[in-house]
């Protein structure tokens, strides 16, 4: 299996733009996260689902962020608008029950 | 909800010795402990977990163990390598689910 997998890895946009984060989760796992990243904040987790599920979204910052995962193999965490603030590194995980979380390699967001 | 507070913020050791973080957690149900070692500019990484119905896990040079009681539980490491060199997060959740994590390690190991 190649893991969880991110895309894009990069992405710079201006205030104001939609931004869009993509991810593919380990086959066969049934719970997916997502988390952001800062060094003023550590690592956060904004919002995971089960079995495509969204169950606890009490981590999403604002209503400018929301997260969807239309199947099994896909998820999607979108900004709009973006602002400088957003600026950090998103990692999604998957995990099933009995084991640990597994990280993807992450999307660094650049707002300007 | 569960907070876990983890020390120390920054650690450094010499080559050979070794190394301990320690993480307390508030939640009393919570039952899964994770270690995470996040290096450079990549993924976190799971490098070893505990449950709560374990109070010691041994996995080479890496050991965790767990204080129900005192809702602590710590990760040693031992003859540390200069490739042990990282971010070391702790975690804490019911299940594997709402995991929340302490705010990182730095640990350098000097050659």
């Known amino acids: 299996d190649a893991g969880v997998i991110q895309s894009p890895r990069h992405e710079v946009t201006e205030m104001g733009q939609e931004v869009t984060l993509r991810c593919k989760p380990i086959s066969g796992h049934d719970y997916l996260f997502w988390y952001r990243q800062t060094m003023m904040r550590g690592l956060e987790l904004l919002i995971y689902f089960n079995n495509n599920v969204p169950i606890d979204d009490s981590g999403m910052p604002e209503d400018r962020f929301s997260a969807k995962m239309p199947n099994a193999s896909f998820s999607t965490l979108k900004i709009q608008p973006s602002e400088p603030r957003d600026s950090a590194v998103y990692f999604c995980?998957?995990?099933?029950?009995?084991?640990?979380?597994?990280f993807g390699p992450g999307t660094r967001l650049t707002v300007t | 909800g569960e907070n876990v507070e983890q020390h120390p913020s920054t650690l450094s050791v010499q080559e050979g010795d070794s190394a301990v973080i320690k993480c307390t957690y508030s939640?009393?149900?919570?039952?899964?402990f994770p270690w995470y070692k996040q290096e450079l500019g990549k993924r976190p990484q799971l490098i070893i977990d505990i449950r709560s119905n374990v109070g010691e896990k041994k996995d080479q040079r890496i050991a965790v163990t767990l204080n129900k009681t005192a809702k602590h539980f710590s990760l040693h490491i031992t003859e540390t390598q200069p490739e042990d060199s990282a971010v070391y997060f702790c975690?804490?959740?019911?299940?594997?689910?709402?995991?929340?994590f302490g705010a990182g390690t730095r640990l350098t190991v000097k050659p």
């Open positions: 939640d009393s149900a919570s039952n899964y």
């Open positions: 995980a998957s995990s099933s029950p009995g084991i640990g979380q597994y």
């Open positions: 975690a804490a959740s019911k299940g594997n689910n709402d995991m929340r």
